[in-house]
């Protein structure tokens, strides 16, 4: 690695590893005259009085996973990052324990490890911190930092920044980082707000190559192990720095079988969403022109938002490679949209050898999962004596895929948002036959050509089964247009840049003079040549032209502050700093403070923040047609105006038709008995007025019997009593109306004859017929209740159905 003679000069003299402790250049130091106690190298750092500035929110410390505290004795990345378009130079990390002061040794908590010994190094006279080996512009630096013992309480991680002449030096806010001893009662992790699912794709990129690694490389039989992870929750780890391995990550990282681990993973049930899968890779490396690099398919929800896997390198001891729950779940309750993270191999704790091809040696008692470092062993391959950081063996890039279901993310999307999810809809539009069981798609292959012409690319899927061999199966391979690299200069090198930093002041305070910006490599090729497109340029620059003895000089402007309105018209303002003022000791005439207008959204065309619709009520009734209802909450403050978006919603549901019972009249009155003399009898009905209907009770008998006589019958009286009756009625039709009238069974009326039997009302099982005698006229002299209509019923179809 090359070393800049700077650089050299910078580490004379400095302390390499972590795990040492100040030195007697911090102890032999005179005593301080405040409070009595030694101001050692260490304490002046930390009391940084040069122009001293609080409160800035540009940078940023963070131990990855925002850990709420610490597990003892394990590793954890921290980093120091600023945000866009700022940068810093120089930067100081020290680990204190709460209260001390840092002017002995055991006020130091934990040590750091190097990653990169070209951005990071102990302090010459400050072993315990780390502070950047060459001054220079850059907007993130990391190293490893091992937590303290147990009983060590709480520790403050703490960065100072130092941009132009400025030190930030926060002992609150976003540059320090407080961390407590883990006990049973930390705070549960906090859940994702993100909506609906998202689908995403994971491609693993091997980089462990003789040319990258050689040192003791295993020509033979290098390979990675199947890819084995899941889709979880937070309620299950597969893996995890100072956790233990189980029995499937020991068999993956001694083994490289995913069988066991799979076997864990199903038995986790609703906490694992989708099981991840990748086939292993014999040999380890090859270029992307010849194999495409293995990639998987997974989704994940609000429950099940991290994403965790591992892979062996092989061969070894029980060194592997991955991930450990990453979180696709942001903040402003979205889905992330691109991981790329480089790896470096760690060791699982089961297997103490050292190199590849170490004979079997098992760890007893099991060992804690940490990440390897370049000073574990000098028989190790990765092994460097001034513990410089271990070269990334593989980079995984998850990319998000597709979005499913409403989304609530508060962030609005961006148009790779857009597009990517209009993209995977086009996609998804395919017209392949139900019948035709095929694999996913591998990735596309390199093109065709070698040099910036057009060529083509594939990619290939498997037929798995053919149902109906009467139905073809569409092609196993898809090709399309593409052009080879060497179009632009960036193809030609196949170098990925970032962005350009901002410019840097200019080189002189008065007249002409030069300034410069750099950019970094964000990917190197995959055949492991060095990038040849430049990471810095200059220009021209004048400041102040008159440089009279009047003339002042300035800072740039600062940004821009935050608008005074959240919606509407507001003013915002920008300042900048008198940096010389002029020799002739006259006022300086330069503006120092700029403000202006600004306008955010009208007030009342701010949409209105919503959240997701409930799911619906039940049916408002147990059978037949009812009302459902959902609804859902504004989640902007009411200052923004009312929001005439609705809050609930109303439809109609439909359960299975109610039971509906028969319903019948009631009961007739008895009939007259059927014999003039002797035994007989009587019967009543009663109708069906409305048949049972979808389990509804069945209808009740619609005939009742009773007995009835009237009197004993005479023999031979019954011969004359009939033709007597006949006489009377014949005599009754030729007297006169008088005559009728004293003769007649009606006396006072005239009766019209019988009607007809009506129709019976059933068939069969007992119905009833009747027929009417109405009057057809009344005497005078005829009594009320005498002289009315007379109604029959008799009984029909008695015999059952």
């Known amino acids: 690695v090359f070393t800049s003679p700077l650089s050299r000069s910078l580490r004379d003299g400095a302390v390499l590893l972590a795990q040492q402790k100040c030195t007697s250049a911090v102890g032999n130091l005179e005593p301080s005259d405040r409070g009595g106690k030694a101001d050692g190298y260490c304490s002046r750092v930390l009391r940084a009085q040069s122009n001293r500035k609080e409160g800035n929110s540009e940078f940023r410390l963070r131990v990855e996973g925002d850990p709420e505290s610490y597990q003892p004795g394990s590793t954890y990345r921290v980093t120091v990052t600023a945000a866009s378009p700022s940068y810093f130079r120089g930067f100081t990390l020290i680990a204190l324990k709460d209260g001390a002061e840092g002017d002995k040794d055991e006020d130091y908590a934990g040590n750091f490890q190097i990653i990169d010994e070209e951005e990071t190094q102990f302090m010459t006279n400050c072993p315990p911190a780390v502070t950047e080996s060459t001054p220079r512009r850059r907007t993130s630096i990391q190293v490893f930092w091992t937590a303290p013992p147990s009983g060590s309480g709480c520790v403050f991680l703490k960065a100072s920044i130092v941009q132009k002449r400025i030190i930030y030096f926060q002992d609150e806010g976003l540059l320090t980082k407080k961390l407590c001893e883990r006990d049973t009662t930390d705070k549960p992790l906090l859940d994702c707000c993100a909506c609906g699912t998202a689908k995403y794709r994971v491609t693993f990129y091997g980089n462990w190559s003789e040319k990258i690694h050689p040192k003791d490389y295993p020509r033979r039989a290098n390979h990675w192990s199947a890819i084995i992870g899941s889709s979880h929750s937070k309620n299950y780890v597969l893996w995890e720095y100072g956790g233990f391995a189980s029995e499937g990550v020991k068999q993956v990282a001694e083994l490289g079988s995913p069988v066991k681990m799979e076997e864990e993973i199903r038995q986790k049930g609703d906490e694992v969403l989708t099981v991840i899968k990748m086939k292993a890779q014999w040999p380890a490396w090859q270029p992307l022109n010849v194999r495409a690099a293995p990639s998987a398919e997974f989704s994940v929800d609000r429950t099940r938002h991290l994403m965790s896997f591992l892979t062996m390198l092989g061969p070894s001891p029980d060194w592997n490679v991955g991930l450990s729950a990453e979180d696709l779940c942001t903040k402003e309750c979205g889905w992330v949209q691109k991981v790329v993270q480089d790896l470096i191999p760690w060791d699982a704790g089961t297997d103490s050898g050292v190199s590849y091809e170490s004979p ?442």
């Not at 440089?547 to 309105?565: F, H, I």
């Not at 000791?585 to 403000?595: H, K, M, N, R, T």
Request: hydrophobic share 25%.
């Open 360 to 801: 079997n040696k098992p760890t007893v008692p099991q060992d804690k999962i940490r990440p390897l470092t370049s000073l574990d062993h000098p028989q190790s391959p990765f092994y460097d004596p001034e513990g410089g950081a271990i070269t990334p063996v593989a980079r995984v890039m998850v990319e998000r895929i597709a979005r499913k279901g409403e989304q609530c993310n508060i962030v609005p999307d961006n148009v790779d948002d857009i597009v990517a999810d209009i993209a995977q809809e086009e996609k998804e539009e395919d017209d392949t036959p139900e019948t035709c069981i095929y694999s996913n798609w591998s990735p596309w292959s390199a093109c065709s050509s070698a040099t910036c012409e057009k060529g083509k690319r594939m990619r290939q899927r498997m037929l798995k089964a053919q149902l109906d061999l009467s139905v073809p199966c569409p092609h196993t391979q898809d090709f399309e247009p593409c052009m080879g690299p060497g179009c632009s200069d960036e193809d030609a090198s196949t170098c990925m840049m970032s962005e350009w930093i901002t410019w840097s002041p200019c080189s002189v305070s008065c007249g002409a003079g030069t300034r410069s910006r750099e950019r970094y490599v964000k990917q190197f090729p995959d055949d492991g040549s060095i990038c040849t497109l430049p990471t810095e340029e200059t220009e021209n620059c004048v400041v102040n032209e008159e440089c009279s003895p009047s003339s002042c000089l300035v800072t740039e402007w600062g940004e821009w502050d935050v608008c005074s309105a959240t919606c509407g018209l507001g003013m915002k303002r920008r300042e900048r700093m008198v940096k010389m003022p002029p020799a002739d000791g006259s006022i300086c005439g330069a503006e120092v403070l700029e403000v202006e207008k600004c306008m955010m959204p009208e007030c009342h065309t701010i949409p209105c923040l919503l959240t997701p619709w409930s799911d619906w009520s039940d049916c408002s009734v147990t059978c037949g047609k009812g009302l459902r209802t959902r609804q859902r909450m504004l989640k902007s403050p009411v200052e923004l105006g009312e929001c005439t978006e609705e809050l609930e919603q109303v439809e109609k549901c439909m359960l299975p038709e109610c039971p509906i019972d028969c319903v019948v009249s009631e009961w007739s009155e008895w009939s007259e008995c059927n014999k003039s003399c002797g035994k007989g009898h009587t019967i009543r009905t009663r109708i069906v007025m409305l048949e049972p209907q979808f389990g509804g009770d069945p209808c009740p008998e619609g005939v009742q019997r009773k007995k009835c006589k009237i009197r004993k019958c005479n023999r031979g009286q019954g011969n004359s009593d009939e033709k007597k009756r006949r006489k009377e009625q014949r005599d009754k039709r030729r007297s006169k109306q008088g005559r009728a009238e004293g003769n007649s069974e009606h006396p006072g009326c005239r009766m019209r004859p019988w009607s007809s039997w009506t129709e019976c009302t059933k068939i069969c099982g007992g119905g009833i017929q009747e027929r009417l005698m109405t009057v057809k006229q009344k005497f005078k002299t005829a009594q009320l209740s005498s002289c009315k209509d007379r109604k029959e019923i008799r009984a029909c179809n008695v015999h059952p159905c």
